[in-house]
């Protein structure tokens, strides 16, 4: 029996997982190493959890892999996110077709290089059919920005006050066609949304460690799974135990 299974057992698997992957820099920087190989560690990181994301028969991954605000980091820093970003996709797009992963994008394109944007695009259209993992990659995303948009379309095409339900406004959202997340991870200790998922996440369960991200294997993807296990989820009601005391 390794680590992962005295953390317990996986009674329920989440649908929808979504992570902040948080802590790249620091973990670098613990290391006397440059923020970019802390985003490479990460992103070697990530192929394992989508991996075990297979593994646990999770069928939606969203990851948080650059944000609206991380415009505002040092040039040579975005440089790199974009270039790593490029990276996966040429690396990496065969393996996971081959693992039946289909890859969606969610924020906004047109902030990036054009040849960058062709390779999201290709790599988006050559995996539409996949459907053992959705891997819905959250790049250049803001949930205002999000929503914004989303009125915006909803004021184009007509769409009159009565209208608008809460269905409605997910059907206008990047995400439109997908569940809302189950569970949202956030790595490296930090107890804030930081603009994700803000709509999406209304009822989600949060996992919160203080492991940096590049760290967050899979033993502790196992551990997440576990206590998402034993979460009640209420939605405002009280608990199914509770109600059958009536
Ligand atoms: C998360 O790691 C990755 C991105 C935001 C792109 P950070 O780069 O935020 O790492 P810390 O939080 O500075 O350690
Ligand atoms: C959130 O992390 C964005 C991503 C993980 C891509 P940040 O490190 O950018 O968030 P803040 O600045 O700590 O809120
Ligand atoms: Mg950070």
């Known amino acids: ?40 560690a990460g992103t070697e990181n990530l192929r394992r959890i989508i991996r075990a994301s297979v593994e646990f028969g999770v069928k939606y991954l969203t990851i948080y892999a650059f944000s609206t605000e991380n415009w505002g980091r040092p040039q040579e820093e975005i440089e790199g996110l974009l270039n790593i970003l490029e990276d996966v996709i040429d690396r990496e797009l065969n393996e996971l077709h081959q693992q039946g992963v289909q890859l969606r994008h969610i924020g906004h394109l047109d902030r990036l290089p054009l040849s960058l944007q062709e390779k999201v695009k290709d790599a988006v259209a050559l995996t539409r059919n996949n459907d053992r993992l959705v891997l819905n990659v959250a790049f250049n995303y ?105």
């Open 1 to 40: 029996m390794s680590g992962k299974e005295q953390a317990g057992t996986l009674t329920k698997i989440p649908t929808h997982v979504a992570i902040i992957m948080d802590g790249n820099g620091r973990w670098a920087a613990k290391r006397g190493l440059p923020r970019l190989a802390g985003h490479r």
């Open 142 to 246: 803001g949930g205002r920005d999000e929503i914004v948009c989303a009125i915006k379309e909803m004021i184009r095409a007509g769409v009159s006050a009565d209208e608008v339900t809460p269905e409605l406004v997910s059907r206008y959202l990047f995400t439109a066609g997908l569940p809302d997340p189950d569970l949202i991870i956030r790595t490296s200790g930090e107890l804030r949304v930081s603009n994700f998922l803000i709509w999406q996440g209304a009822y989600a369960e949060w996992y919160f460690t203080p492991i940096f991200w590049p760290d967050f294997d899979r033993d502790e993807y196992y551990k997440a799974l576990v206590e998402y296990g034993r979460r009640d989820r209420r939605y405002g009601r009280i608990s199914t135990g509770d109600s059958a005391c009536e």
